[in-house]
C-alpha cells in the first residue's frame, strides 16, 4: 500500500515554464502527493492568471512551492539531492532509475525542453519516458505525473 506523503518525498522542479495551466496542474500534483514544488528562472505566466488558478484549484494551501530566481539558487537548495532531468533525448528511461528518498525531477519549458548544456553535464542523469516511435513528447503535466508517481510507487515498494 502507498502512503503519502513520504517521510523524505520526491521533489519536482520546473524550469522557466510558460503554460500557466500545465504549472498549475504540476503544483496541483505536488500538493496531492506532498512533493515540494521549485520553480526555476523566468516563468512565462503569473499564478494570479486564471487559468493557473483554475489548474491548481483549492491546492494552493497543500503546495510545498518556492521560485527560484536563478538556477544557482535552484542548484543551492536541492545541494546533496540528486536531480534527474527529464528530456527526450536521453538514452535511459524512466525505468531504468533507481529513485531515493527526496529526489529531484526536473522538466524543462515546453516549448523547448531543458537547456543542451544542462543535460550534458550529467547524462547519466537524463532520463526519458517510454513512448512509440515517431512520438515526439507528452504535456508537461502528463510527464510529470507520470515521472513523479513511478519514483514514488519505487520508494512505496521498499522495505522499511
Keep these: 500500500m502507498i502512503s503519502l506523503p513520504l517521510a523524505d518525498p520526491i521533489h519536482v522542479a520546473l524550469y522557466e515554464p510558460e503554460i500557466p495551466p500545465n504549472a498549475g496542474n504540476v503544483a496541483r500534483l ?6 515540494p514544488l521549485h520553480l526555476i528562472g523566468r516563468l512565462g505566466f503569473s499564478f494570479t492568471h486564471p487559468r493557473a488558478k483554475r489548474a ?3 491546492y494552493w494551501e497543500d503546495v510545498d512551492y518556492t521560485h527560484h530566481v536563478a538556477w544557482s539558487d535552484f542548484a543551492g ?12 533525448k536521453a538514452e535511459r528511461t524512466l525505468w531504468d532509475a533507481d529513485f531515493a528518498p527526496g529526489d529531484v525531477l526536473l522538466f524543462g519549458p515546453e516549448s523547448r525542453g531543458l537547456p543542451e548544456d544542462l543535460l ?37 515498494s521498499r522495505p522499511r
Excluded: F, K
Design 56 to 58: 491548481v484549484m483549492d
Design 77 to 88: 537548495a536541492v545541494a546533496g539531492r540528486r536531480v534527474w532531468m527529464l528530456t527526450t
Design 120 to 156: 550534458a553535464r550529467d547524462p547519466d542523469r537524463c532520463l526519458r519516458i517510454p513512448m512509440r516511435p515517431g512520438a515526439r513528447s507528452l504535456n508537461l503535466a502528463t510527464s510529470a505525473g507520470v515521472a513523479l508517481y513511478e519514483a514514488v510507487r519505487q520508494l512505496s
Design 30 to 35: 505536488c500538493g496531492a502527493t506532498g512533493s
